[in-house]
């Protein structure tokens, strides 16, 4: 299929939305009372920072919703809105929050299951609304959803659809897309429906293994063995990586995505020369700024005399994992959570530990005076921050300061 020319034609037509319906303003009233904090705008205009009887708060100067994120929310509740009676869909999730889609399926939005690990769009039908969610959607389910005749609203970031234009151009160049990413996520999974031949490193160790055999050779199977599920149909390493480029998946840690396109320059470099580095290797800057924004912010909150850290955001959310790692790096005791029911009335605390599954932890919070850094991920409202905030106060026996 040529990608770009379905997408320009897919764009021409009545039945496709990418917009919105009208200014999204007009939708702030609606998320401010769902989603706001006045706890939260407290402690921003505070100097990020808040006392509350022997709990000290510090909040990362960049956290929470990005405007992509809100965007997409904004436009699902327009959607609702605008089509009160139709069914809606959406694809996915709209984001990685279980409040965030709690609300929405509790306007009667559908989310598509998902049956042996393929979503299941028997239940859709012609005239139906379906949402793409922030994270975009594959070519072929965009392709089904328009065939099938439905209304379809495209709430994908643009910064993911930057990185989408940057493999279409990797493609017309014959070069093979390596893209920085985790290649079951559902932002990655729509990247590679827009790619030509790809190959997806997860990590510093997997683009040097690629980096050494681009210079050194090695063991065909072994690579492919390696990165199963991980490359195109047809991928052969020892045809495929004379010429690449680099792409991201915005939520990627910012530091080791640049580290990966400068390994790679610095390979065609060296296997190249300087005259011919140009048709062997290309690179676009796909780093979402609000990705790099917190990012940067969380390294700065490390720095602070912390007792303890607490990350919030889905489980599922490859940005709030991400800030998690920084804290891990740092040494800083920190706990991932998605939502203050995390947080229990007996004290314990239900969390996920970085690489494990959801785990319970006694005693986590220390006694006497303490200091608590708090962030969250780009899919996080302000809400669940706050409930958190609230629920480790009271667990302290915290009384608001006059």
């Avoid at 769902?34 to 706890?39: F, R, T």
């Avoid at 960049?62 to 959607?79: D, K, L």
């Avoid at 969610?133 to 070519?139: E, M, R, T, V, Y």
Wanted: aromatic fraction near 8%.
């Amino acid at each position: 299929m040529d990608t770009k020319a379905f997408r320009r034609a897919l764009n021409k037509s009545d039945r496709y939305n990418r917009k919105g319906f009208g200014p999204m303003r007009d939708m702030s009233s609606t998320i401010s009372g769902v989603y706001e904090s006045d706890l939260v705008q407290e402690i921003r205009q505070n100097n990020y920072r808040i006392q509350r009887g022997n709990v000290s708060v510090v909040l990362a100067e960049s956290f929470g919703f990005c405007w992509g994120v809100e965007r997409s929310v904004a436009m699902a509740y327009q959607t609702r809105e605008h089509f009160p009676d139709e069914r809606i869909w959406i694809t996915n999730e709209i984001i990685h929050n279980p409040s965030v889609n709690a609300h929405l399926a509790a306007m009667n939005v559908h989310f598509i299951e998902v049956k042996n690990d393929q979503k299941d769009f028997s239940g859709v039908g012609e005239g139906d609304v379906v949402i793409l969610p922030a994270f975009g959607a594959s070519i072929e389910e965009m392709k089904y959803l328009n065939d099938l005749g439905c209304h379809i609203i495209d709430t994908t970031c643009p910064w993911v659809s930057k990185v989408w234009n940057s493999v279409e151009k990797h493609k017309q160049a014959d070069h093979t897309s390596i893209i920085h990413g985790k290649y079951k996520h559902e932002e990655t999974v729509a990247t590679l429906s827009f790619a030509g031949t790809y190959l997806v490193v997860l990590n510093m160790d997997e683009a040097q293994y690629v980096a050494d055999y681009i210079l050194k050779g090695g063991d065909r199977e072994e690579f492919l063995a390696k990165f199963k599920n991980a490359y195109s149909e047809g991928f052969d390493p020892e045809r495929d990586l004379d010429c690449v480029g680099v792409a991201n998946q915005t939520t990627m840690m910012k530091g080791e995505t640049e580290q990966i396109g400068k390994l790679f320059e610095r390979t065609m470099l060296q296997k190249f020369g300087p005259t011919e580095l140009n048709q062997h290797f290309m690179a676009f800057n796909t780093i979402c700024d609000a990705t790099e924004e917190r990012q940067d912010a969380m390294v700065k909150l490390v720095d602070e005399k912390l007792d303890l850290l607490v990350v919030i955001g889905g489980f599922n959310s490859s940005n709030t994992t991400h800030l998690q790692e920084i804290a891990v790096e740092k040494g800083i005791v920190s706990y991932h959570i998605d939502s203050g029911d995390r947080i229990k009335a007996d004290g314990t605390l239900e969390h996920m530990p970085l690489g494990q599954g959801v785990t319970t932890a006694k005693n986590w919070l220390p006694a006497g005076d303490i200091t608590v850094g708090i962030t969250s991920g780009a899919s996080t409202p302000d809400k669940v921050v706050e409930d958190v905030l609230e629920r480790i106060f009271a667990l302290k026996g915290a009384v608001a300061m006059a």
